[in-house]
């Protein structure tokens, strides 16, 4: 290995406390920490939502306590649970994978991290101050202008989330430029993990897309608090603006939450199928041409609006040509593990699982892009199914991929194998019978956001069946709060290389020193580790 | 022009951190005015009747140029690291807020607020969230000219760069703010 001395000296972070670390691997964990404990509340309000939709005509909430729930769970879920998670990874992982000593502005990266989280805890405080925001996640207008929402939990929603944005929008030029211009000797854009790849995507996605609702959020400050028009048709505004810069930021939102998770599986299927990835530039193209189209479809969220049928025709036709790449990419996956010896580890069962859940969650994402299919089930539980399928079916199961693959390196310790089993079974039961009866509620007629329904509908059962699955899925999720927190304290000792893995992260120790690596090293191949552990049959390329 | 310092140069964008962390901000910066310049092209129509009544599209012009003509004086600090052009960018720009400040007054006198109809919500939030930018921007001249007080070799070319680079951006985006509410009112 190369000896090429570190051209930066890191502040010994370390010693003076989480607060004022500028460390990325510390502001990784931090992140991580955020979108652990906003994901269970997030659940816990799932589960508030699904305990009152159990049987028919309860009244186990009143139906303002629902509309709260339903919208700051869906707020909570993507911006606070899963965006910080998946953040948190990249954080901690992308500088190791490319051989950097940190990120391109660590102390930049310390107020990316604040700001999320000051953001976060300005939407919850809007439970102290009169009410949370109840106008669901996109918050429609005209419903969020003052005349219907009279309160402050919009205001907290629009100030919440402009700080949380702040935050990841300077998260994303902050891991952009790392990946463009920090990556080691010989690490060239064509050798980089898919990972980081996909975390590059992600950040030109989170700066094309954020900035919208951004700008759409200040718009919907001054009607409210300075009385303007622009979504109030009373005053001559237009409602459908709102939606038009809010989706235009939402679409892409879904890529930007799904890509990192694909590049956590992109990561552990090749490790465990031990096989370097099959078609690695068609995976990290693919993505490329996902965020592009990503930008052009948003539409799609607005069939039922009456934009006209040309337009919707269009939005249609290039809603389904995303599905083109990502077929492509799950073609990529399949033919890695043919052939591999493959080591069913609970990391790798959830990478399996998020290509078999995530396809039903695209493939009915693509009828949905089917305009007469939409107006049919449009703001329907097929539509709560269909996103779950993708964010928690996709996202969530690649996230658990990636925590159990890295806890390691982490920590110094690996996770239990045998509550991950309980883990990941209970999770694969417990989603599928939360998600999959309610494509038939949807198609049945069920609408989304209701807070109860008349026995006669006969939905009763199947929401019954969904609630069960959903306290399933809370039982798996406290099989994992156990797994973390008994591994962190006497878990295996994983040692630098647990899994015999091919890229730079685990090339050093478990976990790694202040300042990453002892000296840069310099790569040759797509599988640096791999290439120094058989240098008799290094890769080509 | 002589230069009594020899000059740093300035290093490639495509290699400096800094400086491609500050263009990738702008470009991000550049889609959030887009939003909000495409909101007022929108409600052009509905407001237009008030814009050609009550904008004067003559004084604001003279206060334009003197945003314009700041980025040329930006261009010349920047090049011969000079405390006087960089003072003269700020004066120029603090005249172009003053500009502003003084229209604003006027149509408020006149009635004319972000609450009072369409065309008063558009104008003061495009053209106010690109004066708060232009302030951020004299915010960050100003911390230039205090770094570089009598320590002319202290402030690295990239802290001129990233500076300049933003500034002109601000001087940017009301050339098209300029043309699509003022010289809109012409056609």
Same mark, same amino acid.
């Given at each position: 290995?190369?000896?090429?001395?570190?051209?930066?000296?890191?502040?010994?972070?370390?010693?003076?406390?989480?607060?004022?670390?500028?460390?990325?691997?510390? /502001?990784?964990?931090?992140?991580?920490?955020?979108?652990?404990? $906003?994901?269970?509340?997030? =659940?816990?309000?799932?589960?508030?939502?699904?305990?009152?939709?159990?049987?028919?005509?309860?009244?186990?909430?009143?139906?303002?306590?629902?509309?709260?729930?339903?919208?700051?769970?869906?707020?909570?879920?993507?911006?606070?649970?899963?965006?910080?998670?998946?953040?948190?990874?990249?954080?901690?992982?992308?500088? %190791?994978?490319?051989?950097?000593?940190?990120?391109?502005?660590?102390?930049?990266?310390?107020?990316?991290?604040?700001?999320?989280?000051?953001?976060?805890?300005?939407?919850?405080?809007?439970?102290?101050?009169?009410?949370?925001?109840?106008?669901?996640?996109?918050?429609?207008?005209?419903?969020?202008?003052?005349?219907?929402?009279?309160?402050?939990?919009?205001?907290?929603?629009?100030?919440?989330?402009?700080?949380?944005?702040?935050?990841?929008?300077?998260?994303?030029?902050?891991?952009?430029?790392?990946?463009?211009?920090?990556?080691?000797?010989?690490?060239? /854009?064509?050798?980089?993990?898919?990972?980081?790849?996909?975390?590059?995507?992600?950040?030109?996605?989170?700066?094309?897309?954020?900035?919208?609702?951004? @700008?759409?959020?200040?718009?919907?400050? !001054?009607?409210?608090?300075?009385?303007?028009? $622009? $979504?109030?048709?009373?005053?001559?505004?237009?409602?459908?603006?709102?939606?038009?810069?809010?989706?235009?930021?939402?679409?892409?939102?879904?890529?930007?939450?799904?890509?990192?998770?694909?590049?956590?599986?992109?990561?552990?299927?090749?490790?465990?199928?031990?096989?370097?990835?099959?078609?690695?530039?068609?995976?990290?193209?693919?993505?490329?041409?996902?965020?592009?189209?990503?930008?052009?479809?948003?539409?799609?969220?607005?069939? @039922?609006? =009456?934009?006209?049928?040309?337009?919707?025709? /269009?939005?249609?036709?290039?809603?389904?040509?995303?599905?083109?790449?990502?077929?492509?990419?799950?073609?990529?996956?399949?033919?890695?593990?043919?052939?591999?010896?493959?080591?069913?580890?609970?990391?790798?069962?959830?990478?399996?699982?998020?290509?078999?859940?995530?396809?039903?969650? =695209?493939?009915?994402?693509?009828?949905?892009?089917?305009?007469?299919?939409?107006?049919?089930?449009?703001?329907?539980?097929?539509?709560?199914?269909? %996103?779950?399928? !993708?964010?928690?079916?996709?996202?969530?199961?690649? /996230?658990?991929?990636? @925590?159990?693959?890295?806890?390691?390196?982490?920590?110094?310790?690996?996770?239990?194998?045998?509550?991950?089993?309980?883990?990941?079974?209970? #999770?694969?039961?417990?989603?599928?019978? #939360?998600?999959?009866?309610?494509?038939?509620?949807?198609?049945?007629?069920?609408?989304?956001?209701?807070?109860?329904?008349?026995?006669? #509908?006969?939905?009763?059962?199947?929401?019954?069946?969904?609630?069960?699955?959903?306290?399933?899925?809370?039982?798996?999720? !406290?099989?994992?709060?156990?797994?973390?927190?008994?591994?962190?304290?006497?878990?295996?000792?994983?040692?630098?290389?647990?899994?015999?893995?091919?890229?730079?992260?685990?090339?050093?120790?478990?976990?790694?020193?202040?300042?990453? $690596?002892?000296?840069?090293?310099?790569?040759?191949?797509?599988?640096?580790?791999?290439?120094?552990?058989?240098?008799?049959?290094?890769?080509?390329? | 022009?002589?230069? &009594?310092?020899?000059?740093?140069?300035?290093?490639?964008?495509?290699?400096?951190?800094?400086?491609?962390?500050?263009? *990738?901000? *702008?470009? +991000?910066?550049?889609?959030?005015?887009?939003?909000?310049?495409?909101?007022?092209?929108?409600?052009?129509?509905?407001?237009?009747?008030?814009?050609?009544?009550?904008?004067?599209?003559?004084?604001?012009?003279?206060?334009?140029?003197?945003?314009?003509?700041?980025?040329?004086?930006?261009?010349?600090?920047?090049?011969?690291?000079?405390?006087?052009?960089?003072? &003269?960018?700020?004066?120029?720009? &603090? *005249?172009?807020?003053?500009?502003?400040?003084?229209?604003?007054?006027?149509?408020?006198?006149?009635?004319?607020?972000?609450?009072?109809?369409?065309?008063?919500?558009?104008?003061?939030?495009?053209?106010?969230?690109?004066?708060?930018?232009?302030?951020?921007?004299?915010?960050?001249?100003?911390?230039?000219?205090?770094?570089?007080?009598?320590?002319?070799?202290?402030?690295?070319?990239?802290?001129?760069?990233?500076?300049?680079?933003?500034?002109?951006?601000?001087?940017?985006?009301?050339?098209?703010?300029? +043309?699509?509410?003022?010289?809109?009112?012409?056609?």
């Amino acid at each position: 290995m190369t000896a090429i001395p570190l051209w930066v000296r890191r502040p010994a972070a370390e010693r003076v406390g989480w607060l004022r670390t500028v460390d990325h691997k510390e /502001i990784g964990v931090l992140y991580i920490g955020m979108g652990v404990a $906003f994901f269970a509340l997030g =659940g816990l309000e799932a589960l508030l939502l699904r305990a009152q939709l159990a049987t028919p005509e309860a009244t186990l909430v009143d139906p303002e306590t629902f509309n709260q729930a339903f919208t700051v769970h869906g707020v909570t879920m993507i911006l606070l649970a899963v965006v910080p998670l998946l953040v948190g990874f990249a954080n901690y992982m992308v500088p %190791l994978m490319i051989g950097a000593p940190d990120v391109a502005f660590p102390r930049l990266n310390a107020l990316s991290f604040w700001l999320s989280l000051v953001g976060g805890i300005v939407l919850y405080f809007s439970f102290l101050a009169g009410g949370a925001p109840d106008t669901g996640w996109f918050s429609y207008a005209p419903l969020s202008e003052r005349a219907f929402a009279p309160g402050t939990g919009v205001d907290y929603y629009i100030l919440g989330l402009a700080v949380n944005g702040a935050g990841t929008i300077i998260g994303a030029i902050n891991l952009a430029v790392t990946i463009l211009l920090m990556r080691c000797p010989g690490m060239a /854009i064509s050798r980089v993990p898919l990972f980081v790849w996909m975390t590059l995507v992600t950040s030109v996605l989170i700066l094309g897309a954020y900035p919208a609702l951004t @700008a759409a959020l200040v718009m919907l400050l !001054v009607d409210r608090q300075l009385g303007g028009h $622009f $979504f109030d048709p009373a005053g001559g505004g237009q409602a459908v603006l709102w939606q038009h810069l809010f989706w235009f930021f939402g679409h892409p939102e879904v890529y930007i939450m799904v890509l990192p998770a694909m590049g956590m599986i992109s990561e552990v299927i090749p490790v465990f199928s031990r096989k370097p990835i099959f078609g690695y530039g068609f995976v990290a193209g693919s993505s490329v041409a996902i965020a592009f189209l990503s930008f052009g479809v948003w539409a799609h969220h607005m069939f @039922a609006v =009456g934009l006209g049928d040309t337009e919707n025709a /269009i939005f249609g036709a290039t809603s389904m040509l995303i599905a083109i790449p990502t077929g492509v990419k799950v073609f990529n996956w399949i033919a890695t593990m043919v052939g591999g010896r493959l080591r069913m580890t609970t990391a790798m069962l959830f990478a399996v699982g998020f290509i078999a859940m995530f396809v039903i969650g =695209g493939l009915s994402g693509v009828s949905l892009a089917v305009v007469p299919i939409d107006l049919a089930v449009t703001d329907s539980y097929y539509v709560v199914a269909h %996103l779950h399928y !993708v964010l928690f079916g996709g996202t969530m199961l690649g /996230i658990f991929a990636g @925590a159990y693959y890295w806890f390691p390196k982490m920590t110094g310790r690996l996770l239990s194998e045998r509550l991950g089993r309980w883990h990941f079974w209970l #999770t694969f039961a417990g989603f599928n019978l #939360t998600f999959l009866p309610q494509h038939w509620l949807g198609a049945a007629g069920m609408p989304r956001r209701v807070f109860t329904y008349a026995a006669s #509908t006969g939905w009763g059962p199947l929401n019954f069946i969904s609630t069960i699955g959903a306290a399933i899925l809370a039982v798996a999720m !406290v099989v994992f709060f156990v797994n973390l927190f008994r591994s962190l304290r006497s878990g295996e000792i994983a040692g630098d290389d647990p899994w015999d893995a091919f890229t730079l992260e685990w090339s050093t120790t478990s976990p790694p020193p202040p300042e990453n $690596f002892a000296s840069i090293p310099a790569v040759t191949g797509r599988r640096p580790l791999w290439d120094r552990k058989h240098p008799e049959a290094r890769d080509k390329r | 022009m002589s230069r &009594a310092v020899s000059l740093e140069r300035s290093p490639r964008i495509v290699e400096d951190r800094v400086l491609l962390g500050v263009v *990738i901000f *702008i470009a +991000s910066e550049s889609v959030f005015f887009l939003a909000i310049v495409l909101a007022y092209v929108a409600y052009r129509d509905a407001g237009l009747a008030t814009a050609k009544a009550n904008l004067d599209v003559g004084r604001t012009a003279i206060f334009s140029i003197a945003l314009f003509a700041s980025s040329g004086t930006m261009a010349v600090a920047g090049r011969t690291r000079s405390r006087a052009w960089l003072a &003269a960018t700020m004066i120029l720009g &603090a *005249i172009f807020l003053a500009g502003q400040g003084s229209e604003y007054a006027r149509l408020l006198s006149e009635g004319i607020g972000p609450g009072s109809a369409l065309f008063g919500t558009t104008f003061f939030t495009l053209t106010g969230l690109h004066g708060v930018h232009v302030l951020a921007g004299l915010v960050a001249l100003a911390a230039l000219f205090t770094a570089h007080l009598g320590r002319a070799r202290a402030v690295g070319a990239v802290a001129w760069d990233a500076v300049s680079f933003y500034w002109h951006f601000v001087d940017a985006v009301w050339v098209v703010v300029f +043309s699509v509410v003022y010289l809109g009112t012409l056609l």
